[in-house]
């Protein structure tokens, strides 16, 4: 087959191919992804289609969607890259038909890559230098004929121009021209690879002290590589990054030579020779480097997915509406900075106390408390913490204050208090007070307050500095967009930071609603958006769902149903006030005369029968308390509360109330067994669980929900050198 101009421009795929791929990869139908992608290239956003688009996508939920807009950019980035390949190869006249081939068979971006990286190299291959020798018509002689005709056949190539001086000359570059064949054909890639997973081990060994390494159990370790978990090989890469660990794939070469030769016709020793050349020098390190990455892409992606799990559930907190709050950032040195907001989270006043002087302190709290009828006291977990804790429960008891407090998380506080964000908001107060404020305000409405932080320093992940930092946050930004779609946004409350993140607005177009608002006031109805500079129709359309309106004199606006569909809401509230329910020759006007179909007419229905539903009211709040509970007042088999804080793959994290955060590990979360901690905990859920270990030299406890907790006889509290633990905190690097 010659290859032409022709045949290059000919290689372009189809969106249908691509569609078709989407389709066998994702197990969606295909009536449903044409329709979808079609959506996603007008610049419809994911949470448009999935919630008012769903007769079209044939009722495909979030998630699909999403997952179809990201195999549509793999696919349609692997297919411009496969191209560019192709006709880059052939602009040096170095495309052959066997190299066509395997561009063309290539499924992954690696496997692209590695087949072209020989040609974007200024220096040549030795394969190269044969071909342009002349020796390929000698490489394909050798790969059909037997040893006796060969010697006699390279002797016609010698040529001292070329400095081809013998047929030994000959032979030698022709086998590297065998060997590049060997390396560059995808069915040997596959093959190889296939083996190598199938029977090959992770060997890692440690390059340091064992003894004060958080490395230990990297140290002599060996496991087969079709059964290393993700947490493991981020641990390992960075052990490696350190310098802490050497890391290898094992695996029985003489078995992996055996096979490729076994897949080739083997005439002579020169085709022996090659075949095992070109796996020892070129395919097998491709190989080995393509495990090792693929490795890596896996567990980047399975820690990216915990950590956008926890976040969601995290952000999913329900908020304490209409309560006012102190919120209180512990602090040793300078103090702890105090700050009051009222039931719309607006900013009142702030006071500082010091920890070490809590007579004062209490006073302080007390007078706050009574002068602006505080009902709850949010504390930060951070460094005082604790103290903190101690002077507020002992304020509530003297002072006979009738007022709860709750632990809050600080995570991100101090990144939001010196962000532009908070500088906007409060020009005129230290970052220690913006702090407090951020502290108050996430458990009024944690969802409003979150957004404000970069998601990677809200300390939900796993290992979330060591994986892709690009893919990290792309996906922690689609969270968020999801999450607060889901909730919709109230536009006359909604900072720029909320706003940013809801279907079809940006940074610019949220920054001009909070502009629009300064200047006009209240936005009194959805129809006003498009007053506002920059909010065109097609922004409208995406976004006026999502945005509620408690003071329109219209009550659709504060609802779920889109303007778009106002005429047919109107019919179909009528409907309901008077008789309950939608008639069928209701639904039959609706379906003929608005072209709604009938999942859009029962949303609509649901809607207004249970108008603007929150999604987070089916979470647990926060745990609210009154006294104090110290670690020494811990002994094990005590039951205790807490609100698990971090999912991972061994376990969860949960904050009973004290500093030290508890390890419910994965093999005390159920009676039954699970193999992922997901399957039975999330980020925010509340558990009552029993103490079965205290490690009082290490300040660690582990908790069960087990029935029959750990061992029969429950361990005791240890106060002298800790032995072996059956839970290890030093193994897990977090």
Known sequence: MEITQELIDSLQV?????????????????????????????????????????????????????????KLSYFENLESRRLEIVKGIFAQNKLTELLLSNIMKATTATELEDIYAPYKRKKKTRGMIAIEKGLEPLADFIEKEKDEAIKIEAAKYIDAEKDIKTADDAINGACDIIAERVSHTI??????????????????????????????????????????????????????????????????????????????????????????DGL????????????????????????????????????????????????????????SKSAVMDETGKFLEYFTFMNHDPSTAKKLIAAAVKKYSIELIAIGNGTGGHDVQAIVADSIKEFD????????????ASVYSASDTAREEFPDLDLTIRGAISIGRRLQ???????????????????????????????????????????????????????????????????????????????????????ITGFGEKTYTQAAGFLKIPESADPLDNTWVHPEQYDAARIILNEI?????????????????????????????????????DPREGFPMPIMQKGIVNFEDLAVGMK????????????AFVDIGIKETALLHISEMSDTYISNPAEVAKVGDVVEAQIIEIDVLRKRVSLSLKSNPGSKVAPKARTEAPAKKKFDYSQYIV
């Open 14 to 70: 189809s969106e249908m191919d691509i569609i078709k791929k989407i389709s066998e990869t994702l197990n969606i139908e295909i009536r449903k992804v044409v329709p979808t992608v079609g959506l996603l290239k007008e610049g419809n956003t994911i949470p448009f289609i999935s919630r008012y688009r769903k007769e079209a996508t044939g009722t495909l939920d979030e998630v699909e969607v999403r997952d179809i807009s990201h």
């Open 187 to 276: 069915d040997n890639r596959s093959l190889i690879k296939d083996f190598i997973m199938k029977n090959g081990k992770f060997v890692v060994k440690g390059l340091k002290d064992e003894a004060s390494s958080v490395y230990k159990m990297y140290y002599d370790y060996s496991e087969q590589l079709n059964t290393v978990k993700s947490h493991r090989v981020l641990a390992i890469n960075r052990g490696e990054r350190e310098e802490e660990l050497e890391a290898k794939i094992d695996y029985e070469e003489e078995a992996v030579i055996k096979l490729l030769l076994s897949k080739h016709t083997i005439k002579n020793i020169y085709m022996k020779s090659a075949v095992e």
């Open 280 to 335: 020892k020098r070129l395919l097998l390190p491709a190989v080995i480097r393509e495990i090792r990455n693929d490795f890596s892409d896996k567990a980047d992606e399975h820690g990216i997915e915990t950590f956008s799990v926890n976040l969601k559930n995290l952000l999913m907190q329900p908020p304490i509406k209409m309560t006012r709050v102190l919120g209180i950032d512990p602090g040793i040195r300078t103090g």
């Open 401 to 412: 204050l009738n007022v709860q407090y709750t632990i809050v998380s600080e995570d991100g």
């Open 445 to 531: 409405d944690p969802l409003a307050e979150l957004v404000k932080i970069e998601p990677k320093a809200i300390g939900v992940g796993l290992y979330q500095h060591d994986v892709n930092q690009t893919k990290l946050s792309t996906s922690l930004d689609e969270t968020v967009e999801s999450v607060v779609n889901s909730v919709g946004v109230n536009i006359n409350t909604a900072s720029f930071s909320l706003l940013k993140y809801v279907s079809g607005i940006n940074t610019v177009a949220a920054k001009k609603i909070v502009k629009y608002r300064g200047e006009k006031g209240l936005i009194k109805s959805r129809s006003e958006l498009l007053k």
């Open 577 to 613: 006030k008077t008789s309950g329910s939608v008639s069928k020759p209701i639904r039959t006007e609706l379906k003929t005369k608005y072209n709604l179909g009938d999942t859009t007419i029962d949303d609509i229905i649901e809607e207004l029968k249970k108008p603007n539903r």
């Open 640 to 651: 205790v509360n807490g609100k698990i804080k971090n999912v991972v793959d061994f376990g």
